[in-house]
C-alpha cells in the first residue's frame, strides 16, 4: 500500500528556508523550495563567517551551497521560480501558489522570504564584503583598528556605532537630519562615548576604491574610510501577501502575535501557513537565529500535519 505524503512549500532559500527544509524532508513530508530571485539569501554576500555555531573559514556561499545540497540529500526539491501574485492562502483547503512553470498546490506553507537591506544607491553593492556591510554585529571584529563610517539615525544606527567601538579605531555616524530619530537612552549613549563622531545634516554621494573601500564623499567633501556600514532599515520581501489574509505589521513584516501562539508558536493568522526568518524577524536579523526560527517552523508544521484528516493529503 502506497503511504500518501504531505506536500508542503517553503518559500524562500536562506538559512530559515533551508533549515526548515531539512528537518522536513528528514520527517517524510514532500517538500519543495522556491527559492526566489536570490537564491541564498543574503548570506551570499558574506565573504566570511565567523560567527556561525560551528563553521570557521566559510564564506557565506559556501555556508548555503552546503545547507542546500543537505536538504536536497533528504529529498528537497528546489525550483529557482519566485512565487507570484495570484497565490492564494487560504484557511481551509489548499494552498495554490504560483510562479513561472504554473500552479501547484499544497497542504501547508513555510513563508522564509527574507528582507533586503535598504541602500542608497551610491555604488555600495560593488563593494559588498569589501569594506561594505550592513551588519555591524556580524562584521565589526574585521574593522580591527580602522576608520569606519556608519549611516543612519535611529536605535539600529546607535547600536552598529557601539558595536564598532569595541574594534574601529574611529566611528563617525552620518545623519542627514539635524538629530537622532534614536531613543533618548540610545543617544545619550553614543552622545556621551568620546571615540563618535556624528556628522549633522549629511550623506553620503559617492563611494571611492579599486578593490575596497577606500573614500567616502560626503556633502561634497572626500574623506578617508575602510568601513562603511547602512543601518537605515531593512525591506521585508512581504510585498506579494499584501491584500491576502497572512497578517502583516506597518512595517511588512509578518505577525506571528495571534491565538494560534499558544500552540503552534510560528503560524501566521492563516492556518496552515508558517513563517520564519528575517521576514518575520526585524531585530535580530542573524544566520543562526533564522536557522533556529526554520527549525521551529518545520517543527510547527510536522505537528500540525499530523492533526489533519487523511482527505487533506496529497498523493
Known amino acids: ?20 527544509a531539512i528537518y522536513t524532508s528528514r520527517a517524510q513530508i514532500d517538500t519543495t523550495i522556491y527559492a526566489g530571485e536570490e537564491p541564498g539569501g543574503q548570506l551570499t554576500k558574506t565573504t566570511e563567517i565567523e560567527n556561525y555555531p560551528g563553521v570557521m573559514g566559510k564564506t557565506g556561499p559556501e555556508l548555503m551551497l552546503a545547507m542546500t545540497s543537505q536538504a536536497q540529500k533528504f529529498g528537497t526539491k528546489i525550483m529557482y521560480e519566485s512565487v507570484a501574485h495570484g497565490s492564494w492562502l487560504m484557511a481551509h483547503g489548499k494552498h495554490k501558489l504560483v510562479s513561472e512553470s504554473g500552479e501547484k498546490e ?24 569589501k569594506g561594505f556591510s550592513t551588519c555591524a554585529v556580524c562584521d565589526a571584529a574585521f574593522y580591527k583598528g580602522k576608520n569606519v563610517y556608519v549611516v543612519g539615525g535611529g536605535d539600529a544606527a546607535i547600536e552598529d556605532a557601539m558595536a564598532l567601538t569595541k574594534f ?25 562615548n568620546p571615540t563618535v563622531k556624528i556628522l549633522w545634516n549629511s550623506e553620503v554621494e559617492k563611494i571611492n576604491g579599486v578593490d575596497k573601500v577606500e573614500s567616502l564623499v560626503i556633502n561634497g567633501e572626500t574623506v578617508g574610510a575602510e568601513g562603511l556600514f547602512f543601518a537605515i532599515g531593512h525591506i521585508p520581501a512581504t510585498g506579494w501577501l499584501k491584500g491576502s489574509d497572512v497578517k502583516l505589521d506597518e512595517n511588512g513584516y509578518i505577525d506571528l502575535q495571534g491565538d494560534s501562539l499558544k500552540v503552534w ?42 492533526c489533519l484528516p487523511a482527505g487533506r493529503r496529497q498523493n
Request: contains cysteine; proline residues 3%.
Open 1 to 20: 500500500m502506497e503511504i500518501k505524503k504531505h506536500k508542503i512549500a517553503i518559500i524562500g532559500s536562506g538559512p530559515a528556508g533551508l533549515a526548515a
Open 106 to 129: 499544497f497542504d501547508a506553507v513555510i513563508l522564509a522570504m527574507g528582507a533586503s537591506p535598504r541602500l542608497l544607491g551610491v555604488g555600495e553593492e560593488k563593494y559588498w564584503g
Open 168 to 192: 574601529a579605531r574611529n566611528v563617525t555616524i552620518v545623519v542627514r537630519r539635524d538629530k537622532l530619530r534614536a531613543s533618548v537612552a540610545m543617544q545619550k549613549r553614543i552622545l556621551d
Open 265 to 306: 508558536p510560528t503560524m501566521t493568522s492563516v492556518a496552515g501557513v508558517f513563517a520564519a526568518g528575517d521576514c518575520v524577524d526585524h531585530r535580530y536579523r542573524q544566520a543562526a537565529t533564522a536557522v533556529g526560527m526554520g527549525v521551529q517552523a518545520a517543527l510547527d508544521i510536522e505537528r500540525w500535519l499530523a
